[in-house]
């Protein structure tokens, strides 16, 4: 799956079997033939259409035929995953990534071996569709000691009140996990919530410039009952969540550079093809440098989110370091979005270019899954062992 544009230095090929590889590729494929088509007007009517997901489901991108478990359950393949669907289109990466990502690193991660063991083959095939509930309406960066989500436990059901929002997906999926702090002890619980369930809102948040089809909600819980055996067992506190965090950066920071990846592609085409003064666009001098930042900004991404996988996948794991892999690879996206569309002139505004795309899409992706600042306070502490969060 070496691509002579982007993947200048093999990084696939050095971190992936051929089975794997062949499985990115078909996706690569379906992304291009059946999806890709859809996006233009699905970004500028700003709905995702029920065929992307039609068209991604039966490639069985969490257990994919013919590729060894152990290698389809590695930070590596995930992220070449993510890498993948985000070089084509970020709402659809950002979408199947909150299935593949947020909700099943909830169910695996946070909940009890048993709980697992019943629910995650029902995520991997989609039959149980869900979504992550952690941002709030005033609570973002400052969520650790802000969530204002409340649950409180009456014998074996919990009753949960507060307000969710920015949560992608929420209108399509059966299942909410909801973080809430438990009223008795003042720790955050995780809870399985049917999206039917009475005292359920869900209203779809509408006014975006980025991430157009992909449907962000606000979602408010008033009263809600969930039974105990719906709970988390494995989140009974913040630094339980923060472990999942930790593990859902890194695909956030794969995402950024197959963005990157994107960008590219759509330049280096439209530079190609077009002709100004007499000559083709590609041969100006000042163009090729524009191509070239663009390209060492998506080869020194691929190395970092690459070693950071390779670290996760031999056991570290640490919050700087997946930390630096967003903050950087978010940079570096926001980077290479504005030289594509600035490489296309007027054209670059136009959504059948793709540029205009990536350009609105990396200032989303620069700031969900933790803002450039508070990433780089996150890195900053490791580096000094000094907080200077507020």
Not at 145 to 169: F, S
Request: glycine share 8%; proline share 3%.
């Amino acid at each position: 799956m070496t691509d002579p544009v982007v993947d200048r230095y093999g990084f696939a090929e050095r971190h992936l079997g051929a089975a794997a590889r062949a499985a990115l590729a078909r996706l690569a494929e379906t992304l291009e033939r059946d999806i890709r088509p859809l996006m233009d007007d699905a970004w500028d009517r700003a709905v995702m259409p029920g065929e992307v997901l039609d068209a991604l489901i039966p490639l069985r991108l969490m257990d994919p035929p013919g590729v060894d478990a152990d290698e389809v359950d590695t930070s590596m393949f995930s992220g070449f995953r993510c890498f993948t669907l985000a070089r084509s289109d970020v709402s659809v990466a950002t979408m199947y990534t909150a299935q593949a990502g947020l909700f099943r690193t909830a169910v695996r991660h946070g909940g009890s071996p048993e709980q697992a063991e019943r629910w995650d083959p029902a995520v991997r095939s989609f039959e149980m569709r869900g979504v992550f509930c952690l941002t709030e309406p005033d609570h973002g960066s400052d969520i650790a000691g802000g969530l204002a989500t409340r649950a409180r436990r009456q014998g074996d059901t919990w009753v949960i009140d507060g307000e969710k929002r920015w949560v992608g997906g929420a209108d399509v999926a059966d299942v909410l996990a909801v973080f809430a702090r438990d009223e008795a002890d003042g720790q955050v619980k995780a809870f399985l919530v049917d999206r039917h369930a009475p005292g359920v809102d869900i209203r779809v948040i509408t006014g975006k410039v980025s991430l157009r089809p992909m449907q962000n909600a606000h979602i408010t819980l008033r009263g809600v009952r969930v039974e105990e055996e719906r709970r988390l067992h494995g989140v009974n506190s913040w630094r339980d969540v923060a472990g999942l965090l930790r593990r859902m950066r890194s695909d956030v920071a794969w995402i950024a550079t197959g963005l990157q990846a994107g960008a590219l592609d759509a330049a280096v085409r439209y530079t190609t093809s077009r002709e100004q003064f007499g000559r083709q666009l590609g041969g100006f001098q000042l163009v090729q440098e524009k191509l070239a930042r663009m390209l060492g900004n998506v080869t020194a991404s691929l190395a970092l989110v690459t070693a950071l996988s390779a670290n996760q996948d031999a056991g570290v794991w640490s919050d700087e370091n997946s930390a630096l892999a967003k903050m950087v690879t978010a940079e570096r996206a926001r980077e290479s979005a504005a030289l594509a569309r600035e490489l296309l002139g007027g054209n670059g505004l136009l959504l059948e270019n793709d540029a205009a795309r990536f350009f609105a899409d990396a200032e989303a992706v620069y700031s969900y899954e933790g803002t450039h600042e508070i990433n780089a306070l996150i890195v900053g502490r490791s580096l000094t062992g000094a907080s200077a969060f507020a």
